[in-house]
């Protein structure tokens, strides 16, 4: 069973960047669109970005586009996801989510890791 870890959140100050991690283990994401999302305290849970493959689609929430860059590292099994100019209302949990065939979808992952905190403040 695929089974996904979120790791490098960190307390960061507005204006910087931060790469944070989504390892899976369990199966290749040769065949899986993996998403990122994010929860803030009082809001709903909301779709960050995307990677599929094999299509290799990618996509981003219109609000990250030229901020957020999504990568995979194959060796690693690990997807990426860059986040620059990070401003106070990019606090939150970030997750990283896959599905199996899927094409970057905004719902319907069927796995997903416990999310990793990210704190943008001065």
């Known amino acids: 069973q695929l089974q996904l870890v979120e790791s490098g959140g960190d307390l960061v100050q507005p204006g910087g960047s931060l790469r944070i991690s989504c390892e899976a283990s369990?199966?290749?994401?040769?065949?899986?669109?993996v998403g990122w999302f994010r929860q803030a305290p009082g809001k709903e849970r909301e779709w960050v970005s995307c990677?599929?493959?094999?299509?290799?689609?990618?996509r981003h929430h219109e609000s990250m586009r030229g901020r957020f860059t999504i990568t995979r590292d194959v060796a690693k099994n690990t997807i990426y996801l860059k986040m620059n100019n990070l401003e106070p209302e990019d606090t939150a949990v970030y997750y990283c989510?896959?599905?199996?065939?899927?094409?970057?979808?905004?719902?319907?992952?069927?796995?997903w890791g416990q999310g990793t905190q990210v704190t943008v403040s001065s």
């Open positions: 989510a896959a599905k199996l065939n899927g094409d970057c979808p905004l719902a319907g992952y069927d796995y």
């Open positions: 369990g199966a290749t994401l040769d065949d899986f669109a």
């Open positions: 990677i599929s493959f094999p299509a290799q689609t990618i």
